[in-house]
């Protein structure tokens, strides 16, 4: 039975259509998935379903159609009885889409109490009820907490427990796993198929990861440009996909198996890292006394060999990250020794350590926000020589930061506009860019392309290995993307809480794993 039909749905901002005269259904408790590159018109799709678009937006369609009431031109108020109540959505960004101020009980009880008559005694036990069914540890005790009281994963349990308050017939989740860690996403994925199963819900699958995809839907969509270029069964579509774009992204999905045939060389060591500390106090009582400490890294070691990458694996709160910005600096640390190229970094301070700075830079995860938006493209790139070079010459620096640009394959061009006139991948190329202009010997990446599409993630590690093979430069990769780390790493460090657990070659540690946490982590990995 169909639940929910588009037909010829069109979405224009001006003379610009971001959606172009689509039509596709949704059958009563399938999952369905609408694949596709982001600015592809996905998430447009869906907030046009559920009358969410911003006022500038002109919508077209025959019909859209929820079982037999057709949602054209219906009013606002007949809106408010069918979005949260027959159809709901998960956004992308549950931190962004939780209210700060408001505890989480609070949150799903607006939902309640705007569908249902509830008493008091009622709301409050459907609310634990719901959180229950998330999954949600120690649901009862967490109902007054506030969002940054919770982690990634639980803060999208909550989200989908808002989503699931009104018992909708359709459930929209618009990448709901996005940036979570491998097993927290396979968490995810069987929470909404468990609650399919029991409830009886469409699912409607919003995502550019195809891996994921092929793991959950029955149909699939595949979106290029606001229009839908290829539709069919999961299995039969990414095993023999027709159109060419969908052959691009299957083609361009990371894999395991690419670690094989891996050349194994052993090159001298240029970071040196032994039994390093970063601890944190926990401070109670009315005198905040230190109480015990939170071991981010708990005595780790290992080394980078010139010229080589090593990817630093393992779930989000395991210490990568602290670990990445201890070794910079950018955090302090309570032990241990760094040696770089043979320099004990942890014993400089004061402008010995600063003139070391341009040996080791970064790549933050997040590109938009480790940009001065006020700033244009040229000048960001220009600002480590600006603090680390200043005695180049303005004509030279500005020569070098062309090249630059010209190194991540964007246009010299790009140095007179700002960081938010580009995608997401060309910020993450601009980053890069500013990484490389000191000449670094180490560029330590955190998590670069856990946010981007399977196609351009796949241009930024061609990149990244192009620049390596070209300038002999070194990598610590952070991420939880097992499948980048096959396509990129040549050693691999799983982290579990503060500690490294395993470590050898990638072929040796993704092929053949060890230690039970990192053979859990494989198996969390979607088959594709």
């Not at 999905?253 to 039994?275: F, G, H, M, W």
């Not at 010995?352 to 790139?381: C, H, K, T, W, Y």
């Amino acid at each position: 039975m169909i639940l929910f039909a588009v037909n010829d749905l069109t979405v224009r901002f001006g003379d610009v259509s971001v959606v172009d005269k689509i039509s596709f259904e949704i059958h009563a408790g399938e999952t369905f998935a609408l694949v596709g590159e982001s600015g592809s018109g996905k998430s447009m799709t869906a907030l046009a379903a559920l009358n969410l678009l911003p006022h500038n937006a002109i919508v077209e369609s025959d019909s859209m159609r929820l079982q037999n009431e057709n949602l054209v031109q219906l009013s606002e108020k007949n809106w408010c009885k069918i979005r949260g109540r027959r159809i709901a959505i998960i956004f992308q960004d549950p931190i962004a889409s939780l209210n700060p101020v408001m505890t989480i009980g609070q949150q799903i009880a607006e939902v309640l109490n705007l569908h249902f008559k509830l008493s008091k005694i009622e709301l409050k036990n459907r609310v634990v009820e719901l959180l229950q069914q998330v999954e949600l540890p120690n649901a009862a005790q967490r109902v007054n907490d506030y969002p940054h009281q919770l982690s990634g994963g639980q803060r999208q349990r909550v989200m989908i427990a808002m989503a699931l308050a009104g018992k909708p017939d359709l459930l929209i989740a618009d990448e709901p796993t996005t940036a979570l860690d491998v097993t927290i996403q396979a968490q995810i994925l069987e929470l909404l198929k468990n609650i399919q199963a029991q409830t009886g819900m469409a699912l409607w699958l919003i995502s550019h990861d195809l891996a994921l995809v092929a793991s959950i839907a029955q149909r699939v969509a595949v979106m290029q440009n606001g229009k839908i270029v290829e539709t069919g069964d999961a299995k039969s579509l990414f095993q023999h996909p027709q159109h060419l774009y969908t052959q691009k992204l299957v083609a361009a999905l990371p894999s395991l198996q690419s670690c094989q045939n891996k050349e194994i060389t052993v090159k001298p060591a240029l970071l040196k890292v032994q039994n390093f500390h970063c601890h944190y106090p926990i401070r109670k009582g009315i005198f905040k006394r230190v109480v015990d400490y939170v071991r981010a890294v708990d005595g780790v070691s290992f080394s980078l060999q010139r010229g080589k990458t090593l990817a630093l694996v393992g779930e989000s709160g395991c210490g990568k990250t602290t670990l990445g910005k201890a070794l910079l600096h950018l955090i302090s640390s309570n032990g241990g020794e760094v040696f770089l190229d043979g320099i004990a970094l942890h014993s400089l301070a004061g402008e010995a350590l600063r003139q070391q700075r341009a040996a080791m830079q970064i790549v933050f995860q997040d590109p938009f926000s480790s940009m001065n938006p006020r700033l244009l493209v040229g000048e960001i790139i220009a600002e480590g020589l600006r603090a680390l070079r200043p005695e180049m010459p303005a004509a030279e620096r500005e020569n070098r930061v062309r090249n630059l640009l010209l190194r991540v394959e964007l246009p010299e061009t790009a140095m007179y506009r700002y960081p938010h006139e580009f995608s997401g991948g060309q910020r993450q190329r601009i980053c890069i860019a500013r990484a490389l202009a000191v000449e670094p010997k180490v560029i330590i990446c955190d998590e670069p392309t856990s946010a981007l599409d399977v196609s351009v993630q796949a241009q930024i590690i061609q990149l990244l290995k192009t620049l390596q093979r070209e300038q002999g430069m070194s990598y610590l990769f952070i991420t939880h993307d097992l499948g980048v780390v096959a396509e990129i790493a040549d050693d691999v460090a799983v982290m579990y809480q503060g500690k490294i657990v395993e470590q050898g070659t990638v072929a040796e540690v993704l092929l053949n794993p060890k230690h039970v946490y990192t053979q859990k982590l494989l198996a969390a990995v979607p088959k594709f």
